[in-house]
């Protein structure tokens, strides 16, 4: 553990019961990155850090820059895995070996901007509501030169006012300022910053990539804990914050507090955002969003045991429907199995154990819910695409982009995987 000087403290002398937050810096491959990225957890301004990278099997230069860190910043934890496991696997590795109350998750290949810890605290405390994780903006860069200051996505919903809860708000420096040990406030102007994003609704993906967000380590342990997980080499973020979001709600910060670096090798984007342009090939999104939603299914039919009891039976019944309700808006592929009665499978298959846990009334009841809307989302079943759809889902994307038509640009994202 690394507890960071900070110049802009104010002295306080309870500084010590503030949370531990856990930096683990996940790299494959990235050794021309990653010490910028370490150096980026060092410049935070927040005084309660430790940090840890896990290294995926990394066949680069990545083992020289390794052993440069176990010299000189021996207060850093490295963990090396023998074989390629996957960026959910690296999670999950990270987060055993950690400690720290809040959890963030650095790919290598990105930088933190030294107010990203301290700003994602002071939301997380300033709350009302305890929510699973925040998620900030984020900069793009390009050649080491910043090309953009936002995320489309996280942009759309904040700008669309959608989430703005200012009662759910009470300052923590004000509240207790002997225990915030800073002189000002990060976000001088939280209460228009921060958009709610609410448990158990199918809301699309709102949030920043990875090294975007910030998790209660109770919240990932939901999904991240003992047992198989499916197989999402390159899907991590999108299993972690649709599955936290669905249980735990989630808080979006309106400011940039990480330097998504583009270099042409990066698992999602290829480009920088540009109107009107994919930034990535479509089938990557949607191959994300099919395999994380099938991933959290998963995961609330294996275990339910254990989120049934955490849960509690009405809200894990909810959450299943939820699930159920947004199948429609992953598309179906050939080569792999439809999610049209995916769930409804995976009931009949568990259904003793789940009878067990829920109960029989409880269970009577999801087998049911989750059949009705199915048969009532039955009409908007995914196809094959046809050679002629995909044309025009790029007009109506590229027209409602250019001129920031939103519903026109969703319209055209369904045509898309219609």
Partial sequence: MRHLSNPRASGHNLVGLL??????????NYGRFLREALDSVFAQTYPHIECLIVDDASTDDSDIVLESI??????????????????TTAFRTGLAASSGEYVVFLDADDMLLPAFVETHLYVHLSLRIAIGFTSSDMFQSI??????????????YVASGRGLRKERLRRIDTAASDLWP?????????????????????????????SGNCFRRDALTLLLGDGPLMDLRFHGDTYLNKGVRLLNGAALIDAPLTIYRIHGGNGFASHAELCGVHS??????FRAEYFAWRAVVDRLIDHVDELAERLGVDRYVGAL???????????DFQQFESLVRYIETRLETRADSIRACLGP????????????????RVQVKRRAPRPWIRPLAELFLTMGR?????????????LWHC
């Fill in 361 to 376: 009334e409880a269970f009577v009841h999801l087998s049911t819910s989750v059949k009705r809307v199915r048969k009532r």
């Fill in 321 to 331: 429907v939820c699930l159920q309700n947004s199948y429609a808006d992953h598309p």
């Fill in 280 to 285: 990535a090939a479509p089938f990557k999104a």
């Fill in 70 to 87: 176990r010299r000189h910043e021996p207060h850093v934890r490295i963990i090396s895995h023998k074989d390629n496991l996957g960026q």
């Fill in 19 to 28: 949370p531990l937050v856990s930096i683990i810096i996940t790299n494959y």
């Fill in 182 to 210: 800073f002189e000002h406030a990060p976000l001088d102007d939280v209460e228009s910053r921060v958009h709610f994003v609410g448990p158990l609704s199918s809301e699309d993906w709102v949030y920043a990539p990875t």
């Fill in 402 to 414: 250019s001129m920031s038509l939103a519903a026109l640009t969703k319209f055209g994202d369904r």
């Fill in 143 to 156: 050649n080491g030169r910043i090309v953009r200051s936002s995320w489309t996505t996280l942009s759309d």
